[in-house]
Structures are given as structure tokens and as C-alpha cells.
């Protein structure tokens, strides 16, 4: 198969495309349209249903997001194409990726800080490094293809600093990071330092090529299985606020998705401060090993942001089409009327091997009981 886009994927449907915009901004624009919409986070799904790897989804951000763009028509999602991972803006930090046939790129050898007197050389990356960095470098190679060719109506241009705490801990190891959280707090803040102000350049950097940037941020790390709440707070929710409080000053914005990886159980309330533009969703995924009940979601920021809801990604990859549409059936009911709008999802990027009949009983749950 050849990896140009423009040669891998026929045009999209015009009709299709107009009707699923309309039907995506009304959460956002306060007129809901048609029925509720369905995002499972769709990345190397999309690649894998295309008939290519992982590896060539992450290395050819152009194909990627083409195939997010072609996969979302097939399966009647969104009308805007995402693609992101998360150890992003990590190579500008001395960190080398590793691309593999299975998983997103991963942090691989010798880490850029080895002992505390490291952290002291630590600089932040500026606007200008980041512009001439390789990941702008590459994510600019998709997005300025997304912006002038075929697929410009599908084009957002999303800045992500996916989790700050894990990206930090990446730079030292993981094990010795949550070590130092307790032995070391004041480098693990000088690092995180170094990751939100880097982090912030790239939004700013984004925002100064494309006129805006939406911002995806997750709290990964920082969750209920690995810290304890006043932690989460400490290394999670204080720095959320100064990644998108310094990203916004510089021009990013105003879109923004939190998702709040895995088990918030213990921690949900800390991070009801956090900055909300009009243009805000909140996606939790699991309190213990259940998804994160919908109706205290909406409860807690129904108001504020649209919700996102968070069929267990577990499900989707073993469970059976009933399975999915029965939970799927739950969430749309419990959700769909929050007062900012409601989007029905998976509980995080839903699997690559994920059985296409899952992803189609969830569509089906939001057409037969999400209408408006
Ligand atoms: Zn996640």
C-alpha cells in the first residue's frame, strides 16, 4: 500500500462531513444536533482497520491522521481527526523515542537526568527551540497536510502535554521519579517545571502557526492507584492549572479536553478547580475498576463542560457487541441531557485490536437512545 494519504483513501463524502460537523459543535454552540455523538478515541484503530501498522501511524503523521479521518466516517463519529501519544515534546529534552510494531512511541535508554545534579542543568525549551525541534517539526509535516489539502475540514490543531507528571517521570524513571516524590520532592518540581513551561512553548508555538490550538491534557499518573489524593494534587492538579494558565497567556486555547486516565476513586474532587474555557470537556475514566458513574461526573462539572463518557476500553477490546451496547445504552441515557452537552466514549484511547462490532454497537446505542 503506498503510505501517501491522497493515494490510501478515497474522497470524503461531502454530505457526511457536513452533517457530522453540525452534530459535533452542538454541545459547544448549545444546540444539540441529531443525536449524541460518539468519540471512542480512535488513534491506531484507525490504522489497523486501514491495513497498516502501528509503527507507520506514529512515523507518518500524515497517513495516521488520514486514517482517523476515513475510520470516522465509516463508523459515523466525529468530524474532526485527532492523533496524539503520549510522550510527546520529550526528544526536545534529551529523551530518544522508540517506535515499535505494538505499542505508541516509549521512552527507550539511558534517561536525560541520572543523578540530582542533572536537575540543575534542567532548562525549559523555548518557543523557538520547539519550532525547530523534531516534534513540531513532524506534527507540523500532518497538520499543514490537514490544513491545505483534502481533508482541511477536518482539521483542529491540537497542542497535547499528555500527562505532566508522567512525562516527568519519563525523564528519570518511573520507579525513581515516585522515589523521589518522597525523598526528593524539590527536584521532582524543578522537573515538572521544565515539562509544563516546555509544554506551554509547544502550545504557544501551535497557537502561533495555526491562529488557535486546543489543548488535550491528561492526568495519567497522577491518579488514585499510584499517589495518594494530596499527591495528585501536588504533582497532578497544580500543574494542569500552570500548563494551561501560561499556555493560554501565549495564544493557545480556547479548547480544551481534560481526561483523567484510569482510577480518580479517591482524588475526583481536588480537580474541580481547574480552568474551564466555554469550549471545555471532561472525560474521567474509572473510579476503582468501574467507569466513573456519568451522572456524578455530571454532577460535579455538568455545568461548566461537556461530558465525555468512558465505556471500559477492556470491554470494548474482549467484550461482545450486546455487552457494549447494553453499558453504552446506560451512559447515553445517564448523560445525554447534561446541561453543556454529552459525548459518548471510551473510558481512554480505545485498543487498536479492538473488534469493529463494538465500536458499531456503540453508535448504534447513541442512535437508538441518544436522539434529539
Ligand atoms: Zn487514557
Not at 476500553?313 to 447534561?338: A, C, F
Request: aromatic residues 12%; hydrophobic residues 40%; contains cysteine.
Amino acid at each position: 500500500m503506498s503510505t501517501l494519504p491522497e493515494l490510501s483513501f478515497p474522497a470524503i463524502n461531502a454530505d457526511w462531513h457536513a452533517h457530522a460537523t453540525k452534530r459535533f459543535a452542538g454541545p459547544f454552540v448549545g444546540v444539540n444536533f441529531d443525536r449524541v455523538d460518539v468519540d471512542p478515541v480512535i488513534l491506531p484503530y484507525a490504522a489497523i482497520q486501514s491495513g497498516f501498522g502501528l509503527k507507520e501511524f506514529y512515523q507518518n503523521p500524515r497517513l495516521g491522521m488520514a486514517s482517523v479521518c476515513w475510520t470516522n466516517e465509516m463508523h459515523d463519529l466525529l468530524s474532526v481527526g485527532h492523533w496524539f501519544y503520549s510522550n510527546v515534546w520529550m526528544r526536545e529534552l534529551g529523551c530518544t523515542l522508540k517506535y515499535t510494531d505494538t505499542l505508541p512511541p516509549i521512552v527507550d535508554g539511558a534517561r536525560p537526568i541520572q543523578k540530582p545534579e542533572d536537575v540543575d542543568k534542567l532548562v525549559p525549551v523555548d518557543v523557538s527551540g520547539i519550532e525547530k525541534g523534531p516534534t513540531f517539526t513532524e506534527l507540523t509535516s500532518g497538520y499543514d497536510f490537514m490544513k491545505n489539502g483534502p481533508l482541511a475540514g477536518f482539521f483542529v490543531p491540537i497542542h497535547w502535554g499528555f500527562c505532566p507528571t508522567a512525562m516527568s517521570a519519563e525523564m528519570v524513571g518511573v520507579d525513581k521519579f515516585m522515589l523521589w516524590t518522597i525523598k526528593q520532592p524539590k527536584l521532582c518540581h524543578k522537573i515538572m517545571d521544565t515539562i509544563v513551561d516546555t509544554s506551554a512553548n509547544a502550545a504557544i508555538a501551535i497557537a502561533k502557526r495555526y491562529g488557535f490550538a486546543m489543548m488535550v491534557i491528561g492526568g495519567v499518573l497522577a491518579n488514585s492507584d499510584l499517589l495518594s489524593p494530596a499527591k495528585v494534587k501536588e504533582y497532578g492538579v497544580d500543574y494542569h492549572i500552570k500548563l494551561v494558565k501560561k499556555a493560554f497567556k501565549g495564544g493557545a486555547g480556547p479548547q480544551l479536553w481534560y481526561h483523567l486516565c484510569g482510577n480518580h476513586s479517591r482524588d475526583l474532587a481536588l480537580w474541580k478547580d481547574l480552568i474551564m474555557s466555554p469550549f471545555t470537556v471532561m472525560h474521567v475514566g474509572y473510579k476503582g475498576k468501574e467507569s466513573y458513574p456519568i451522572k456524578e461526573i455530571k454532577e460535579m462539572w455538568g455545568n461548566r463542560a461537556t461530558i465525555m463518557s468512558n465505556v471500559d476500553t477492556k470491554l470494548m477490546y474482549r467484550g461482545h457487541p450486546k455487552e457494549v451496547y447494553e453499558v453504552s445504552k446506560q451512559m447515553i441515557l445517564d448523560g445525554k441531557d447534561s446541561p453543556r452537552g454529552f459525548v459518548h466514549g471510551c473510558a481512554c484511547e480505545v485498543p487498536a485490536y479492538t473488534p469493529s462490532a463494538n465500536i458499531y454497537a456503540m453508535v448504534k446505542a447513541a442512535r437508538e437512545w441518544g436522539k434529539y
